[in-house]
Nanobody
């Protein structure tokens, strides 16, 4: 049974930091690229950051570049999103996504709320 479980969300003040985790099970984590998306109320889901299965290639949305860092620990089947200098506009539900064209898999977590507010 495939599962992606996000954790680490919550309420933080502007300028603060949070680290999201996404722990995977039920598939070969090492063979999948991992992405984070987010969806704010009334908005479309948008790409935030992605990391290739080999850990060498990462990319970010322009809105989070230089503030967010994506990483992965294949031994723990976990992906992370370190979020620094958080802004009110970062408030959203954050989703973890695992994708592999070769394996034919495209899996999503249930989402976790991040609220940036004073």
């Amino acid at each position: 049974q495939v599962q992606l479980v996000e954790s680490g969300g919550g309420l933080v003040q502007p300028g603060g930091s949070l680290r999201l985790s996404c722990t995977a099970s039920g598939f070969d984590f090492n063979s999948y690229a991992m992405m984070w998306y987010r969806q704010a109320p009334g908005s479309e889901r948008e790409f935030v950051a992605g990391i290739a299965k080999n850990d060498y290639i990462v990319n970010y949305a322009d809105t989070v570049k230089d503030r967010f860092t994506i990483s992965r620990d294949n031994a723990k089947s976990t992906a992370y999103l370190q979020m620094n200098s958080l802004k009110v506009d970062d408030t959203a539900v954050y989703y973890c996504n695992a994708r592999s064209k070769a394996a034919g898999g495209d899996y999503w977590g249930q989402g976790i709320q991040v609220t940036v507010s004073s």
